[in-house]
């Protein structure tokens, strides 16, 4: 079975300081993971994906996640934090086996001028 | 590209009344699509999915209906709303297992 846990439901940055919002899975298959930011009021936007290729992922807007087999780990980091990346994170989990996404319940990012 | 077109942004209907949800992408071809909803302060939870025209997989049971009349148009509808359908709901769509998800600007529904 799938799931996904990130593991703080805040979390709180000044601005220009690193970012670091956790995530952990469960997966019974080989699985792909993605990022997802969402501003207030606004669809989800993909940050990054990893689908079995290299275990460090570059996405956008400075944003990298390192996946770890050995901890389940896939932890979002950011090396600067800027004003507009306060939002809602999102980590998926995806088999590959259908269309089954798993969504983490989000981390919620301040960022504090 | 790819685009998706979600509508509308916000809604506010009475109790009892009918919905009609609208998600078009354009630029693709025979794209999965989903419905999401996503309630206050909680994750997104997945209520259909469709692999083509007229295929229709329901996850949750309730009162909410999906169709798929075109390769690219997917529409959500509630022949009577309920308090508990009020949410922001999410079109998404993607190419086959394993490509990320893509989200439209969902529909924030308010049932008074």
């Known amino acids: 079975a799938q799931s996904v846990t990130q593991l703080d439901s805040h979390v709180s940055v000044s601005e220009g300081t690193p970012v670091l919002l956790r995530c952990n899975y469960s997966s019974s298959y080989s699985p792909s993971l993605f990022w997802y930011v969402q501003h207030p009021n606004k669809g989800l936007q993909l940050l990054l994906k990893?689908?079995?290729?290299?275990?460090l992922v570059k996405g956008i807007n400075g944003f990298e996640a390192e996946f770890k087999k050995s901890e389940t780990s896939f932890h979002l980091t950011k090396p600067s934090a800027h004003m507009s990346d306060a939002a809602e994170y999102f980590c998926?989990?995806?088999?590959?086996?259908?269309?089954?996404?798993?969504f983490g319940t989000g981390t919620s990012l301040t960022v504090i001028p | 590209s790819q685009t998706i077109h979600q509508w509308p942004a916000t809604l506010v209907q009475p109790v009892g009344s009918p919905l009609s949800l609208e998600c078009t992408v354009e630029g693709t071809s025979n794209p999965n699509l989903y419905w999401y909803r996503q309630a206050a302060g909680r994750g997104l939870q997945l209520l259909f999915y469709?692999?083509?025209?007229?295929?229709i997989s329901s996850e949750v049971p309730q009162n909410l209906s999906a169709s798929r009349p075109q390769d690219r148009q997917f529409i959500l509808s509630s022949k009577k709303l309920l308090l508990s359908d009020s949410g922001f709901y999410l079109c998404?769509?993607?190419?086959?297992?394993?490509?990320?998800?893509?989200f439209g600007n969902g529909t924030r529904l308010t049932v008074t």
């Open positions: 998404a769509w993607n190419l086959g297992v394993d490509s990320p998800l893509h």
């Open positions: 469709s692999v083509g025209i007229g295929q």
């Open positions: 990893y689908t079995s290729a290299a275990t």
């Open positions: 998926v989990v995806t088999a590959n086996t259908g269309n089954q996404f798993y």
